[in-house]
């Protein structure tokens, strides 16, 4: 059962790295195996960024979720006045709906998601708004709500016309 002797002990061994060794007798190679962690990471990556908008999406047409990305390094009570301003606006309120309104610290360790990464958040503030179907404005720029706004009021004026 067992090898006794030096010869069968040394054949096994070289039997056995023999096999390791040759390429054509392994079930897998390395130049088969790395295109496939490479499609199964780019696979991996856009099925976490989907999950993360659709969790942040809108839970009703008509609505939308405004979501406000925070840096350490522009965190201070003039640029959060002036977001909070835009975001009270009467003119805003009136033409978009917001179901969700949260800010969220980039700096926060605890939390489950690495927005910075999935979104590509590379300034802050950065306002990401979502309606029901995903982003409809991604920006670091707060006149870009107003546009926004004013095309979603637009769309819905000629919605009610063409009917």
């Given at each position: 059962?067992?090898?006794?002797?030096?010869?069968?002990?040394?054949?096994?061994?070289?039997g056995f790295?023999?096999?390791?060794?040759?390429?054509?007798?392994?079930?897998?190679?390395?130049?088969?195996?790395?295109?496939?962690?490479?499609?199964?990471?780019?696979?991996?990556?856009?099925?976490?960024?989907?999950?993360?908008?659709?969790?942040?999406?809108?839970?009703?047409?008509?609505?939308?979720?405004?979501?406000?990305?925070?840096?350490?390094?522009?965190?201070?009570?003039?640029?959060?006045?002036?977001?909070?301003?835009v975001i009270?606006?009467?003119?805003?309120?009136?033409?978009?709906?917001?179901?969700?309104?949260?800010?969220?610290?980039?700096?926060?360790?605890n939390q489950?998601?690495?927005?910075?990464?999935?979104?590509?958040?590379?300034?802050?503030?950065?306002?990401?708004?979502?309606?029901?179907?995903?982003?409809?404005?991604?920006?670091?720029?707060?006149?870009?709500?107003?546009?926004?706004?004013?095309?979603?009021?637009?769309?819905?004026?000629?919605?009610?016309?063409?009917?």
């Amino acid at each position: 059962m067992y090898p006794t002797t030096d010869r069968e002990l040394r054949g096994s061994s070289e039997g056995f790295q023999g096999g390791l060794s040759n390429n054509s007798q392994r079930w897998w190679n390395y130049e088969k195996l790395f295109p496939l962690l490479i499609a199964l990471t780019v696979l991996l990556g856009c099925t976490n960024k989907d999950k993360v908008i659709k969790d942040m999406t809108a839970s009703e047409p008509g609505t939308y979720s405004i979501y406000v990305f925070w840096g350490e390094e522009k965190n201070t009570p003039e640029s959060q006045l002036q977001l909070l301003e835009v975001i009270n606006d009467e003119e805003i309120r009136e033409k978009m709906n917001f179901s969700i309104i949260r800010p969220i610290s980039l700096g926060d360790t605890n939390q489950k998601v690495n927005y910075a990464k999935v979104f590509d958040i590379k300034e802050t503030p950065t306002i990401i708004i979502l309606d029901n179907d995903g982003i409809v404005l991604q920006t670091t720029d707060l006149s870009d709500i107003y546009t926004l706004a004013e095309s979603i009021n637009t769309s819905i004026a000629l919605i009610i016309t063409s009917t």
